[in-house]
């Protein structure tokens, strides 16, 4: 039988009064009934953990997704090797209860290297993670080594810059590459899977050639452009306005490039501008010195794009030790990873008790 906790509800409550898309209504579990290959959702009532791992036990495992794992299994234990050659446990065997954000990096994303080279980003992470909580840091990359140290040496520059060292008691970083460490992480980094995009930018590639037309800084409109992929560099004017001006000029596309030396940046709308839905697509990619150099020599580029899976980033144990969702990011903020964490610390039960 579950009870509501009022001082936890309470503190639930005002998380959700902070950041809207967290609720803090009742416990409950929704099954999916398929009958001759027709759906058919049903709310269950909240049952327990027990109840749940009885489940599981009598169907043969864990939940029924491509990893085996459903939100809300319970954890099974696992170590994994971290950069000081100490073993990170979990279930920490000093019986410590925490929440746990897992995030697994690859330097093939441009989203998470906005993430990691942002120092705001990185302050966000220092001022807002939970006590209560605890971060491993991965990498999908065969350069997993060299990865942790990049990703311990970002997060040591920017706790010594704003005197909060003490978050580096509670962040691990792992040398072994994710399909290489033997456990049931990697099958759930892969097959959680979500979509995302930028609410005011609406527009998607097609899986076809564009011809792609230099439009110097994007921030005036380009005639020229009309019906290709306008090559803009960035700077001068928000993203918005590269965008708006491609767009009034019929572009079909835009592509904003990096200077060489600096990181992809996030391409978000500023004030009032996220209030303008814009139907073109548009992306960051860094300057590739030879479409520089044909564009300038008016030789013909073309550009295509294509559609790649991508793991999720981010999975969490919260303190029941059950899996749970952390989602995509709406921008590249550690923010979303303290909102997560302070959730899933802010009580044990998520506002809600148990007894039998």
């Known amino acids: ?36 290959g027709v759906g058919g959702a049903s709310a269950s009532g909240a049952y327990s953990r027990t109840q749940r791992q009885q489940q599981q036990q009598q169907q043969g495992g864990f939940g029924s997704s491509a990893s085996g794992f459903e939100p809300g299994d319970p954890a099974p234990p696992f170590h994994v090797e971290t950069l000081d050659g100490q073993q990170f446990a979990y279930p920490p065997p000093s019986g410590l209860n925490f929440s746990l954000v897992i995030h ?20 966000d992470l220092l001022q807002g993670f939970p006590e209560g909580a605890r971060a491993l840091f991965l990498s999908f990359d065969e350069t997993a080594r060299s990865d942790a140290r990049w990703m311990r040496s970002q997060i040591e520059r920017a706790a010594a810059a704003l005197r909060r060292k003490e978050i580096l008691s ?102 009032t501008e996220c209030f303008t839905a814009l139907g073109i697509p548009a992306s960051m990619v860094h300057l590739e010195p030879a479409v520089v150099l044909a564009l300038r020599n008016k030789q013909p580029v073309t550009v295509s794009f294509q559609k790649t899976p991508s793991p999720n980033f981010f999975v969490a144990i919260d303190q029941q030790g059950d899996l749970a969702e952390m989602g995509w990011f709406l921008y590249p903020t550690f923010s979303f990873v303290n909102w997560q964490a302070q959730w899933y610390s802010a009580c044990p039960t998520h506002g809600y008790y148990e007894y039998e």
């Not at 309470?10 to 398929?34: I, M, Q, S």
């Not at 527009?203 to 992929?229: F, I, M, N, R, T």
């Open 1 to 36: 039988m579950w009870h509501k906790d009022s001082e936890c509800e309470g503190r639930l409550a005002a998380l959700a009064r902070r950041w809207p898309f967290f609720t803090a209504g009742t416990r409950k579990l929704v099954k999916l009934n398929v009958v001759d």
């Open 104 to 123: 697994g990096f690859t330097n093939k994303s441009a989203f998470l290297e906005c993430l990691w080279t942002r120092d705001t980003a990185l302050a």
């Open 170 to 271: 509670r962040v691990y970083f792992s040398p072994v590459p994710v399909h290489e460490l033997g456990n049931w992480i990697p099958k759930v980094l892969h097959s959680w899977r979500l979509d995302a995009r930028y609410d005011w930018l609406r527009g998607g590639w097609g899986q076809k050639s564009y011809s792609l037309v230099d439009a110097g800084d994007g921030c005036e409109p380009s005639p020229s452009v009309s019906g290709a992929v306008a090559w803009v560099s960035e700077g001068n004017c928000s993203f918005f306005v590269k965008v708006k001006n491609m767009a009034s000029s019929k572009a079909a596309g835009v592509l904003v490039y990096a200077f060489l030396g600096n990181p992809i940046q996030d391409m978000n709308c500023e004030g």
